[in-house]
T-cell receptor
């Protein structure tokens, strides 16, 4: 299977703990996106990378959130000092770009975070 | 401001009946428009996309959508719904990052 993979699929943590999620995009895709989806809502954009460069961050991405894509391949999203409001599904997607900005974004299955 | 509105939160149709899911968008430039489907426990799957040309686009699983610039709409249609179509449907707009609507949950009655 050469789709987008995310790890872990589920994470339960206590308020105040740090968590890290990993996303492995489709191998030839140079763009990687992170979205957050809360119950009953559509995904909301958080940030995206082109290769290893983080090109845009949403205002939703507070200082407690950090994302990296060190070698332009996999990416990690870290949340420090988690809060109950961080509970959500975190989705990763990848695509070809920028000249193909209309290209389909392929989504991973998501990581569901529950903060107790 | 860029936004997508899906007016119907939940729709129920009978199996075999036709379906139309509504989507309205607000976007400053020529929009790239998408419909995604999300089944429980599954990732988002692209049904179809529009970026130029023919305003009626065909997608997978028998879905189609029509882009109407004058109405800022991109409604999704299917002539005959199958029970397996029950899922959450999201309309999205963007070139690069996507802006999603809040989704329409489709239930299918036998």
């Amino acid at each position: 299977d050469t789709g987008v993979s995310q790890d872990p699929r589920h994470k339960i943590t206590k308020r105040g703990q740090n968590v890290t999620f990993r996303c492995d995009p489709i191998s030839e895709h140079n763009r990687l996106y992170w979205y957050r989806q809360t119950l009953g809502q559509g995904p909301e954009f958080l940030t995206y990378f082109q290769n290893e460069a983080q090109l845009e961050k949403s205002r939703l991405l507070s200082d407690r959130f950090s994302a990296e894509r060190p070698k332009g391949s996999f990416s990690t999203l870290e949340i420090q000092r988690t809060e109950q409001g961080d509970s959500a599904m975190y989705l990763c997607a990848s695509s070809l770009g920028p000249e193909f900005s209309y290209n389909e974004q392929f989504f991973g299955p998501g990581t569901r975070l529950t903060v107790l | 401001a860029q936004s997508v509105t899906q007016p119907d939160i939940h729709i129920t149709v009978s199996e075999g009946a036709s379906l139309e899911l509504r989507c309205n968008y607000s976007y400053g430039a020529t929009p790239y428009l998408f419909w995604y489907v999300q089944s429980p426990g599954q990732g988002l799957q692209l049904l179809l996309k529009y970026f130029s040309g023919d305003t009626l686009v065909q997608g997978i699983k028998g879905f189609e959508a029509e882009f109407k610039r004058s109405q800022s709409s991109f409604n999704l249609r299917k002539p005959s719904v199958h029970w397996s179509d029950a899922a959450e449907y999201f309309c999205a707009v963007g070139g690069g990052k996507l802006i999603f609507g809040q989704g329409t949950e489709l239930s299918v009655k036998p």
